[in-house]
């Protein structure tokens, strides 16, 4: 019987999921994408070689994994395009691989025009996009008016929903936000032009997860962003325009919600948050400065650095509650080597109230004050460990401080960038 895993971010993003889906794929037949966009960005490390993927499932490395797109997913197809140039020019056979929703919302060059004059206008209040579109392509699923995958292909329509939807674009560039237009007849060729490698890939994604099912593959949703990014549980208005939560696997790919069997949150071992937004537990000491340092901390995307603090349980314990949560894979614990005293945020002072549960609105969550507790470091490296017995005492302690405050189990923890680099305490596929 196959087994299907949601697996997701349980913080605000860069969890390292990317790596645990392309762990987890020896025993997976399909990875699914339900949400979010090429906002993404996932690395997977095999042998010291680095793939980072934006749009295309971290399953695609593989030869017997089947990637789908799903249709909660927008799409950019320059962006699709070029990664799976860069991809195949490397030697994988992404066309074979990849399969996409002829649902998927387009991101279409008038949204990243759009998405860059918002942030402009909003100043000082700017969230901090990634710049790539993805707000302004998910308002315009939501106002019905998107261009889907398959209109791409419909020769009678598609030049002239094009040019409506441009047209209201260019609108709102020029009139309201003062920018430049974008030209539609280069879109429209552009677009055109992709056409016949985009055509193969189109499916209905629908009924291959339900022939996978009575075929009782396994499958794992891949989760992009993070929890606290979450459109509606997140730190709005400092949050991604997509639902990130487990739950959003279902809606987002068209599988029914009775077939996930486990949900799996990929947890940092700190916090790491990109763009602006409250982050209860930053750091900006030299330890945040150790943590960025060790831990790589750019986006791989935007290659902007992240903030980094302590690891935060009032955010974690509303992230075991918004996903149902059933158990862990700890990431980058290898990053906290060489401090003299790692913490644990265990709640928050707001007042003369404790909180334990982190609160959804920002104005609450600006006077929020952390509770600590500390615990030893350790000064031994765990780059690479693959067993638990193995860690210093002092990080075996640190995780199971952890795992009891979170009341669920860590099923793997992960001790370095390389696939191999983790310790499996219990294999999520047995
Ligand atoms: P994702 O968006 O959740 O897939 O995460 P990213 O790939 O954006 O960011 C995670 C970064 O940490 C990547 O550079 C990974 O190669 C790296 N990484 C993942 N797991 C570990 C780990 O256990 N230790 C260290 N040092 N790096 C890791
Ligand atoms: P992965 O899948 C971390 C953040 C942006 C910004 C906010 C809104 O690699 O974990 P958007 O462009 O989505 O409208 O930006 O969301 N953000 C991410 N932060 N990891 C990501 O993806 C992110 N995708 C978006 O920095 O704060
Ligand atoms: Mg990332």
Redesign the pocket.
Known sequence: MGKNIVLF?AQW?????????DMLVDKADIVVRFQGGHN??????IDGK?T?LRLIP?GILHAHVMCLIGNGVVLSPVDLLSELDELESNGIPVAARLRISDLCPLVLPTHVALDKAREAARGAAAIGTTGRGIGPAYEDKVARRALRFADLFDSSTFADRLKEIMTYHNFLLQQYYKVAPIDFQSVYEALLSFIPRLMPLRADVVSLLQQARRDKCSIIFEG?Q?TLLDIDHGTYPYVTSSNTLAGAASAGSGFGARGFDQVLG?VKAYTTRVGAGPFPTELMDDVGQHLAT????F???TKRPRRCGWLDMAVLRRSIALNGMTSMCV?????LDGLKTVRICTGYRCGDAVLTDSPADIRTLAAVEPVYIDFAGWQEST?GITRFADLPVAAQKYLLALEEAAGIPIDIV????DRK??IVLKHPFQ
């Open positions: 971010g993003g860069d969890e390292g999921k990317g790596k645990i889906v993404a960005g996932h690395t997977l490390v680095k980072i971290s992009a993070g990929v060790r831990g790589n901390e986006g791989s995307v990431t980058k614990l290898d990053v780059v992960s001790t370095g960038s680099d983790s």
